[in-house]
């Protein structure tokens, strides 16, 4: 079989993109900000097991938001996994105290340095600013913590300002700095000038991204950084945080396999459990059109789309269902058509021929919405249709 994908392949080739993006899942510290999400601490624990199973390179958690939080944060520091656990708290030294007693060697500590927030959240100064930035990536590093600093709502800041309290951190030999797009304001472009605008002034300094959903722009935003030289994306199991949330980790992870062609050892066909998981502990449920991993994400309705995708499922499927998880069904309904009464008939046994199958499509089409049979479909059945239309497979 030819790949279907390949002259799109051409086009979303990056010859000059980035060689490695690696993840940082923040489904802990983000995804429990999501209104009414609160995990357990045995939920915590099980989550960031299969968090390292998948592959994810950091995880993050917050063990300054309540004693449970801290619990949970040391016992999956035990834990030994491969994912760097990183400790996300306030820019302030109390919180790197608290991140220290879980036994942390990774930490992550924002500040808001937009004009709004400095002035109406923190009532601070610039200077204010500058001082508490340096002063607690000092204080991590002299405790032997890994640092990655957040400059909150950094978007929204004034350039220069930005600027500067970059090269500071970078003084103070902080590890890492997130950039994060806090209000969910920037476009695919804005963002590649903000990344580039930091990268100018840091050199190599490792940079995230971290960037909210508000107007959708989410996960555009977040690889628009990283062709721009950020080398980690932050993202949650399906996508939980503040308000609208940020990229979720299935698209994320299936962006980097399938679009950027990015060598990786993710478990993709984890990703439709992940999901489900975090639906059940959360009680969200996860919208049927969620790319990869919703319910209709491969579910095929037209009488068109039918017909070409028992021939090929690549027709009308970016990927293979399976490798993410999840699975390919047909709905027979009003729109079914020929083809698709004849493949109903064969999985019930039944010979159609031309005229019963045209019989069966005008009777599916008096169904209403609720009637519709939704059937996984599976390779046996898809041959049995084919050599009753009297189709090769191809
Ligand atoms: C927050 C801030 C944050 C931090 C991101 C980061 C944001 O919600 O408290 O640490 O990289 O969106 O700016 O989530
Ligand atoms: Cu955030």
Same mark, same amino acid.
């Given at each position: 079989m030819d790949n279907a994908n390949r002259y799109a392949d051409t086009y979303n080739a990056t010859p000059t993109g980035p060689a490695h993006i690696r993840i940082l899942d923040s489904t802990l510290r983000e995804g429990e900000q999501h209104?009414?999400?609160?995990?357990?601490?045995?939920q915590r624990i099980q989550i960031a097991w299969?968090?390292?199973?998948?592959?994810?390179?950091?995880?993050?958690?917050?063990?300054?938001i309540s *004693?449970?939080?801290?619990?949970?944060?040391?016992?999956?520091?035990?834990?030994?996994?491969?994912?760097?656990?990183?400790?996300?708290? *306030?820019?302030l030294k109390?919180?790197?105290?608290?991140?220290?007693?879980?036994?942390?060697?990774?930490c992550a500590a924002y500040l808001g340095v937009s004009d709004v927030h400095m002035r109406d959240k923190l009532r601070i100064n610039r200077e204010e600013a500058v001082r508490r930035a340096v002063e607690t990536v000092e204080y991590a590093k002299s405790h032997g913590l890994k640092i990655r600093f957040t400059v909150e709502d950094g978007s929204r800041a004034d350039p220069e300002f930005l600027a500067r309290i970059c090269k500071e951190l970078k003084k103070a030999k902080v590890d890492r700095i997130s950039l994060p797009d806090t209000a969910g304001i920037m476009l695919p472009h804005g963002m590649r000038r903000y990344v580039r605008a930091v990268r100018d002034v840091v050199g190599d300094l490792p940079l995230d991204v971290h960037v909210h959903n508000d107007i959708g722009f989410?996960?555009?935003?977040?690889?628009?950084?990283?062709?721009?030289?950020?080398?980690?994306i932050h993202t949650t199991i399906n996508g939980i945080g503040e308000r609208t949330g940020i990229p979720t980790l299935a698209e994320v992870a299936t962006a980097i396999h399938?679009?950027?062609k990015i060598p990786n050892e993710?478990?993709?066909?984890?990703?439709?459990?992940?999901? *489900?998981?975090?639906?059940?502990y959360t009680q969200i449920s996860t919208h049927e059109s969620a790319p990869l991993v919703g319910t209709a994400a491969f579910k095929h309705k037209a009488g068109t789309h039918l017909a070409a995708v028992l021939r090929n499922p690549a027709a009308y499927e970016p990927i293979p269902p399976g490798a993410v998880g999840n699975y390919r069904t047909i709905v027979f309904g009003e729109l079914a058509?020929?083809?698709?009464?004849?493949?109903?008939?064969s999985l019930l046994g039944l010979d159609a021929d031309k005229a019963s199958a045209e019989r069966l499509a005008e009777g599916l089409k008096t169904l209403h919405m609720g009637d519709i049979l939704d059937i996984p479909l599976v390779d046996g059945a898809k041959r049995k249709v084919i050599n009753q239309t009297g189709r090769d497979s191809g």
């Open positions: 209104p009414h999400v609160s995990f357990s601490v045995k299969e968090l390292d199973h998948f592959g994810v390179d950091q995880i993050e958690i917050s063990p300054v *004693r449970d939080h801290a619990e949970a944060t040391k016992t999956i520091i035990k834990q030994g996994l491969a994912a760097d656990i990183v400790a996300h708290g *306030r820019a109390g919180d790197i105290d608290t991140i220290l007693d879980c036994g942390a060697s990774w989410a996960l555009a935003n977040a690889f628009a950084g990283c062709e721009a030289g950020a080398d980690q399938y679009l950027y993710f478990h993709l066909d984890m990703l439709g459990d992940l999901s *489900r998981l975090i639906d059940t058509g020929k083809t698709g009464a004849a493949y109903l008939a």
